[in-house]
């Protein structure tokens, strides 16, 4: 008959015998990267900081051997929901990183939510993820999109003085959550809201800035004409002049 004490040295030669397992099973981590397009750059920088922190260690966390697995979002959110279920159902993640942008994070956060999957964001700064729609497995190692325009607005309006601004930004949730938490704290401080400072004309243009078309320089170049006192900006990236026929047009044009 198993006495007590048998029964209790049993269960913990068992429990050891579990720890050392899972002390040798690889920690799988999961990233989210883009590899092409405008969204390039930013993946690879993200993926190559992650890469040196762990060569720097050895390539091991708490004593596990790191497996890490790259997935390529290609910077589209319904793409970035299935590299996020490929790696969790597929390769057995324990732990997803990045992705790149605040639209694939919105994408892919009720999903690792409902799978109980850590989520650990380095790039994309979506604010809903940590306020309006929490998720509770995420964890957040950058700024939200609007945070470093705070400052900035008050800025602009109480110690510059500014009270009409335009804002160009590109037409997705980082540009448009930059721009909203620009104006919030830009009218708190005293400036004006800009459907009251702009005309039916101007309110038309502004329009026309927050399209993702990349003619920014003509756009710049047309409110520098303007000689507005102030242009707060979230651009990816600049086409140059030479490959847009339209922006001699646009600058002649008025």
């Known amino acids: 008959m198993l006495t007590r ?4 040295a049993g269960t913990a030669a068992l429990a050891m015998t ?14 989210l990267s883009v590899k092409s397009g405008a969204l390039a750059a930013g993946g690879r920088q993200m993926e190559d900081g992650f890469r040196l922190f762990l060569r720097e260690r050895g390539n091991r966390i708490a004593g596990r051997e790191v ?31 990045g992705p790149v942008a605040a639209f694939e994070a919105l994408a892919i956060s009720d999903y690792l939510q409902e799978a109980g ?4 964001c380095a790039s994309a700064a979506a604010e809903d993820l940590t306020q309006r729609r929490l998720n509770p497995w995420f964890v957040r ?17 109480r110690d510059l003085g500014y009270k ?8 997705f949730a980082f540009g448009q959550e ?6 919030r704290a830009f009218e708190a401080a005293g400036g004006n809201h800009p459907e009251q400072a702009l005309g039916a ?10 399209r993702p078309d990349q003619r920014y320089r003509c756009r710049l170049r047309r409110l520098r004409r303007r000689q507005r006192p102030a242009l707060p900006a979230t651009i990816r990236r600049v086409r140059p002049e030479a490959e847009d026929p339209d922006c001699r047009s646009d600058d002649h044009g008025g």
């Open 117 to 120: 999957v850590p989520f650990l």
């Open 67 to 97: 497996e890490f697995i790259v997935a390529d979002t290609g910077g589209q959110p319904a793409l970035a929901k299935t590299r996020a279920q490929e790696l969790v159902q597929r390769s057995g993640v324990h732990v997803v990183v």
């Open 18 to 31: 579990s720890r050392s397992a899972l002390a040798a099973a690889p920690l799988r981590i999961g990233m």
């Open 5 to 8: 004490r048998q029964a209790l």
């Open 164 to 171: 009409r601004i335009i804002a160009i930004a590109d037409d």
């Open 178 to 183: 930059q721009t909203s938490g620009f104006q």
């Open 201 to 210: 004309a101007e309110r038309r243009r502004l329009r026309l800035l927050h």
């Open 141 to 157: 190692t950058s700024s939200t999109s609007a945070q470093p325009c705070h400052p900035l607005g008050e800025y602009a309006a």
